[in-house]
Each structure stands twice: as structure tokens, then as C-alpha cells.
């Protein structure tokens, strides 16, 4: 099992027998989130010792229905009682309908503000987290584990508390009856406890092994989805459905055994019941008859022996739950706690005009153009000049992957990569807008450190078309406005136009209404790109960043899409990756990347000059991926 499917387990209730590693803290924490509704918590615990006075009042009243009113046969009595009886249930049941509806108030406002948090969360968080996390596992920390915190608020807690409650009041009540009987009710109630946690404690273990084959097949049946088409092309149908074959049968296996053990609990619990109340039948008779033990006390002492087991399942089985969401809510918490995407920037991106001196004013709203505010006030104008010294990088810390990369890009010059596979073009311009941080070297945007400019603003300067391209869910419109979010339609408009997209656009039925699902399902990859350009170009960045996808697309389509690339280049600094040379060709600079090393640069005629790796991709001697 590969093991990321292990990761995934996004099916099923994950986190379930398992234990929190730091309870107090967990709980504490959760507790802040409940927040100002916790008042309400002590209202519920008020109405759950009412409803449990209630209704114990309610039982304890057989004593008086027989002694007082049957034997004698009183029957204004017996009526007086039993209304009295039902009063103590009514009371019982509206207390019930009444807490829990304030603990579903609770649990809903407290699940709202957690997934709340944990969205915004996700946006702070630096795009390493999300090399190292799969998003089945952070799809797991919204629905698992959040539905395990939202269960029990909902009904665990009262489940807990009520099943504490009755068994105190139980227990006080059989004492108070007869401690004799008592004796032997302690006897059979410590086997019960032991019971209850030696199939408690090995069900859990299997039960955690269910969970694992449960989050197994949920994965593979989750990867198989994804991949039909995969499948389909390869033939692997068969394969496929061996592999779950096998993943089902340990699910059974490990199900099976988790199920029967748990299964054999309520027998042996009701096995010691009924041993318990055959013993307390003759023991209480024989007290009836010899030591005037009165008949009411006996029939609602063997009540209680009957009952006194039920809790004490309740409360074990809601331990459970209730560790089991602490587990789920430590996760979730978990995930709060990671460091944000650190942005110590201060200098912005402000909008300014010339003043009268020649100097630059900065102005609110719409102007003429872009400046850099520095914290102490100074304003630099924005020109997009990159520069790259000594830069190097690794994802992660074993693996160093660019070497001491520097390059410059002056104000409207046009930057080339080519190189192959994994050489590290793509990693270079993650590092431009501070997808990641370098470990050595200095990157600067017009003469300025990127470090000191807060994300937004640097991001905000630059155009990126990412390699994948990622659609959302709505109108073309939308998805180009994207770029922008306050751009008019005339805007949005002109920005396909540039990149070339609006002639299909307007050949879709609805054009730029059309409305988009399923990351562009509809639409042709070329036809995606086009748009991710169009969505680039809205935002009429100074530089802009163009990573090509490599995957192959029609020449009548690549033709368009290099029209659209032409057309938005102009005037800007541009970096691009280019995996066609008709793109390279023209470029100020190339650089050719090798195992994150720049081994040549300059531009079309002196590579091909210098006859090295340029001159094989050019000529088609070696692949250009
Ligand atoms: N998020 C990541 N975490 C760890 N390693 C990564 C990550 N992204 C890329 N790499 C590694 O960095 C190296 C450079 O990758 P990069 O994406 O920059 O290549 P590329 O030149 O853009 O390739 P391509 O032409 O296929 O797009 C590769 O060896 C890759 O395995
Ligand atoms: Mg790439």
C-alpha cells in the first residue's frame, strides 16, 4: 500500500480510537471555541441533574404505587401517585428536548467557527505545506474529524454526563434501599466493569485496524475514480479490481473481528445481569419473608439491578467518543498551529502620478501608474527589473536544486528558459513572487530585496501563467476576472482579446457567460491556457511570468495561443519557459537550465554559435521537454 493511500483514508470516521496526545491542552482549546456559548454548557449540566432527579423520582415512586397504594388498595392514592408518576416523566422529557437542542446550538456554532478558521487557515498557509500534506488528509480534517468533534457536542457529551448522573443516582438508591443486597450487587457490577474494559480495550484495537482498511479502501476506490481514464487506456480493469479485491478481504477480515468482539459485549454484560438478578431475587425474598423487607423496596431494588448496567456501557462507550473527537480536534488544531507563510515585507505597491517637480505623488484609487512605498515613505517607481544573485534553493533540505543561479532581467527585455525535464525552470519563477524561500543569495524587483515587499503587493506586480492550468467553478467571465476582481466587463473583454481567447469565447453558446465545472472540463486544454492567459493579462502586471504547459495541443490552437503570448509580452518584462523555440527565438536572454545550473546563455544566434546543449535542442539532437 503505497503510502499515500494510507494518508488518504478521506472515507470513514478516521480518527476513531485514538488517542489525544495532549488532552488538557486540546480541550482547553476547544473549550475557547465554544466560546461565549460555555454559559450554556452549565445550563445544559443544570437540566441534565434535573432530568435525572426527574426521572429517578419518577422510578422511585413504584416504592410508594405498591406499598401505599396497591397493597392497601387505595385508590384515590394510587391515582394521585401515578399522576405524580407521570408529572416526574413529562418533566424528564421536556428537559431532555430542551438541552439538546441547546447542545446542537452549541455543537453547530462551534463546527461553524472551526471549519471557519481552518479555511482561513489553509489560505495563510506557504505552499510547502501542501507539498508535504495530501489533500485527502486535509480533506479529513474538515469532514472526519470535524463530524467526530460535531457528533459528540451534539449528542456525546449529554450522553456521558446523563449516563454519569443515572448511575450515581442508581447506585445511591440501592444502597439506600437495602446495603445487604447491595454486597451482591457490587460483586456482580465489578464484573461488569472488567468486562467492560478488557472487550473494551481489545475492540479498540481492532476496531483502529478496521479504520485503517476502511481509509485503505476509501483510498484505492478514490484513486481508481480519479484515474478511469488511466485505467481504461492501459487495460488495467483487471489489476484494478484485483487490488481492491484484496483491500475489500482485509477490510472484512479486520470488520469481521471488530464486530464480534464488540458484538460479544452485550451478551456477557446481560449473562451477568441476569445471574446478578436471579441472586437478587432469592436473597430479596428471603429477606421479604424473614426480615419484613417491604415488597415495594424489593421490586424497584431488582428495577435497579436490571438497569445499573446500561450506563455503565454508556459512559465507557462515550469515553471513547469523546477521546476519539479530542484526537480529531488535536488534528485540526494541528493544522491551525503551522507556521503561516511568513511576510515581513512593508513595502507596498501604491498608486502614483507625477508631480509637478517631476516627482512621484502617491495618489488613492486609479492613476497613472505603480510605485514602490518603502516603510520610510520613499517611493520608487515600478519598472520591473528583476535580478537573480546567487540564488540557491532546495524544497527540501537533503536536496539542493538550483546551484547558485543569477541572472538580471532589465525592464521590458524578454527572459528565456529552456531546458529539460525537472532541470528546475518552474522552480525559478516560484521563487520570483516567494512561493518558497531561498536558502542563500539575494532575489531583487527594481532594486529591491522581495523579501522586504509584502506578498500582496509583489504578487499583485507580477503575471503568472502557471504550467497547470486551474479553473474554478463559474462563468468564463469569472475565471478571467480572477486576475482582477474589480475589472469591468470592457476590461475583461479586452484581456481576451489580447490573449486571443475571445474568438472562442464568443463561438461557445453562451460566451462569456458559459458557465465552467469541474477545473474546465469543457473546455479543450489549449482553450484552458488561452483563458489562464486572458486571466494574466486582466490584471495588466508590469512583469509577467508565462510557464507553458508541456502538454501537446493542436498547431491551429499553439498558433493562437502564441498570437495571444505575442500580443501580451509587449512592453513588459517577461520571463518565460518555453518549450516551443518558434517562443525562444526572439528573446532578449536565453538560459539554459541543467540540473538547476544555468550552463549557457545569450540569445538565439550566439547559443546556436557556441554549438552547445541550445544547438542540440534547436537542431532536434536532443529532446526539448
Ligand atoms: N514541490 C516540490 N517539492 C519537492 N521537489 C520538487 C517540488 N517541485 C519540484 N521539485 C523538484 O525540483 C526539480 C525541478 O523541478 P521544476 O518543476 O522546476 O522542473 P521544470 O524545469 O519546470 O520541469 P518541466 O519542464 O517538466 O516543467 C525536480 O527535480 C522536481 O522533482
Ligand atoms: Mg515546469
Given at each position: 500500500m503505497p503510502e499515500n493511500d494510507k494518508k488518504k483514508g478521506s472515507g470513514g470516521p478516521r480518527g476513531r480510537y485514538q488517542r489525544p496526545k495532549d488532552l488538557k491542552k486540546t480541550v482547553g482549546t476547544l473549550l475557547r471555541y465554544i466560546g461565549k456559548n460555555a454559559w450554556l454548557l452549565i445550563v445544559v449540566v443544570i437540566c441534565l441533574v434535573l432530568n435525572t432527579a426527574c426521572a429517578q423520582a419518577g422510578i422511585y415512586l413504584m416504592r410508594p404505587l405498591i406499598n401505599d397504594c396497591i397493597v392497601p388498595g387505595d385508590y384515590p392514592r394510587l391515582a394521585r401517585t401515578l399522576a405524580l408518576m407521570a408529572l416526574c416523566f413529562i418533566?424528564?422529557?421536556?428537559?431532555?428536548?430542551?438541552?439538546?437542542?441547546?447542545?446542537?446550538?452549541?455543537?453547530?456554532?462551534?463546527?461553524?467557527?472551526?471549519?471557519?478558521?481552518?479555511?482561513?487557515?489553509m489560505q495563510d498557509l506557504p505552499l510547502s505545506y501542501f507539498d508535504t500534506h495530501t489533500h485527502g488528509e486535509l480533506m479529513s480534517r474538515y469532514t472526519n474529524d470535524v463530524d467526530t468533534i460535531s457528533e459528540i457536542l451534539n449528542n456525546g457529551v449529554i450522553s456521558l454526563v446523563s449516563g454519569a448522573l443515572t448511575f450515581v443516582a442508581t447506585v445511591a438508591m440501592m444502597l439506600y434501599l437495602s446495603p445487604v443486597l447491595f454486597l451482591v450487587s457490587i460483586f456482580s457490577m465489578g464484573l461488569m466493569m472488567v468486562v467492560v474494559m478488557t472487550v473494551g480495550k481489545r475492540s479498540r484495537i481492532y476496531f483502529a485496524q478496521q479504520q485503517r482498511d476502511l481509509g485503505a479502501v476509501n483510498g484505492y476506490i478514490e484513486e481508481m475514480i480519479e484515474g478511469q481514464k488511466v485505467i481504461k487506456v492501459f487495460n488495467h480493469e483487471r489489476a484494478a479490481k484485483e487490488g481492491f479485491a484484496q483491500r475489500n478481504e482485509a477490510f472484512r477480515v479486520s470488520a469481521t473481528n471488530a464486530q464480534s468482539f464488540a458484538g460479544s459485549m452485550m451478551p456477557a454484560m446481560n449473562n451477568i445481569s441476569h445471574i446478578n438478578y436471579a441472586f437478587t431475587c432469592c436473597l430479596g425474598a428471603i429477606l421479604a419473608i424473614s426480615m419484613g423487607f417491604d415488597l415495594g423496596s424489593l421490586l424497584l431494588y431488582l428495577q435497579y439491578t436490571r438497569q445499573v448496567g446500561q450506563p455503565v456501557s454508556q459512559v465507557s462507550q462515550q469515553v471513547n467518543n469523546l477521546l476519539a473527537a479530542v484526537a480529531g480536534a488535536e488534528r485540526v488544531f494541528e493544522v491551525m498551529e503551522t507556521p503561516p507563510e511568513v511576510d515581513e515585507g512593508k513595502t507596498t505597491l501604491v498608486h502614483v502620478r507625477k508631480g509637478p517637480n517631476g516627482s512621484l505623488v502617491e495618489v488613492p484609487g486609479r492613476s497613472e501608474g505603480w510605485a514602490w512605498k518603502k516603510p520610510d515613505g520613499q517611493l520608487v517607481p515600478l519598472r520591473g527589473d528583476v535580478r537573480f544573485k546567487d540564488v540557491v534553493f532546495s524544497y527540501v533540505p537533503e536536496k539542493t536544486i538550483l546551484h547558485g543561479i543569477s541572472l538580471y532581467a532589465e525592464p521590458g527585455q524578454k527572459i528565456a528558459f529552456v531546458g529539460s525535464t525537472g532541470a528546475g525552470k518552474t522552480t525559478i519563477t516560484n521563487l520570483i513572487n516567494r512561493f518558497y524561500e531561498i536558502d542563500s543569495g539575494l532575489i531583487t524587483y527594481d532594486g529591491i530585496d522581495v523579501r522586504d515587499i509584502s506578498k500582496k503587493s509583489l504578487r499583485q506586480s507580477l503575471g503568472i501563467v502557471l504550467q497547470d492550468t486551474n479553473l474554478f467553478t463559474g462563468t468564463i467571465a469569472d475565471n478571467i476576472r480572477y486576475g482582477k476582481l474589480d475589472a469591468t466587463d470592457r476590461e475583461v473583454e479586452a484581456a481576451a482579446r489580447l490573449a486571443?481567447?475571445?474568438?472562442?469565447?464568443?463561438?461557445?453558446?453562451?460566451?462569456?457567460?458559459?458557465?465552467?465545472?469541474?477545473?474546465?472540463?469543457?473546455?479543450?486544454?489549449?482553450?484552458?491556457?488561452?483563458?489562464?492567459?486572458?486571466?494574466?493579462?486582466?490584471?495588466?502586471?508590469?512583469?509577467?511570468?508565462?510557464?507553458?504547459?508541456?502538454?501537446?495541443?493542436?498547431?491551429?490552437?499553439?498558433?493562437?495561443?502564441?498570437?495571444?503570448?505575442?500580443?501580451?509580452?509587449?512592453?513588459?518584462?517577461?520571463?518565460?519557459?518555453?518549450?516551443?523555440?518558434?517562443?525562444?527565438?526572439?528573446?532578449?536572454?536565453?538560459?539554459?537550465?541543467?540540473?538547476?545550473?544555468?550552463i549557457e546563455r545569450g540569445d538565439h544566434d550566439d547559443l546556436i554559435a557556441q554549438g552547445g546543449k541550445y544547438y542540440q535542442l534547436y537542431t532536434g539532437q536532443a529532446e526539448l521537454s
Open positions: 418533566g424528564a422529557a421536556g428537559l431532555s428536548f430542551f438541552y439538546s437542542r441547546i447542545m446542537v446550538h452549541i455543537s453547530q456554532k462551534t463546527t461553524h467557527k472551526i471549519r471557519q478558521d481552518l479555511f482561513a487557515k486571443n481567447a475571445d474568438t472562442f469565447i464568443r463561438h461557445l453558446p453562451k460566451g462569456y457567460d458559459t458557465w465552467i465545472t469541474d477545473n474546465g472540463g469543457n473546455l479543450s486544454q489549449g482553450e484552458r491556457q488561452l483563458l489562464a492567459i486572458a486571466r494574466a493579462a486582466v490584471a495588466d502586471p508590469p512583469v509577467l511570468i508565462l510557464d507553458e504547459a508541456t502538454s501537446s495541443i493542436d498547431t491551429r490552437t499553439e498558433r493562437l495561443i502564441e498570437k495571444g503570448m505575442d500580443e501580451l509580452m509587449k512592453d513588459r518584462t517577461v520571463f518565460v519557459i518555453a518549450h516551443r523555440l518558434s517562443t525562444v527565438r526572439n528573446s532578449a536572454a536565453i538560459m539554459v537550465l541543467e540540473q538547476g545550473e544555468i
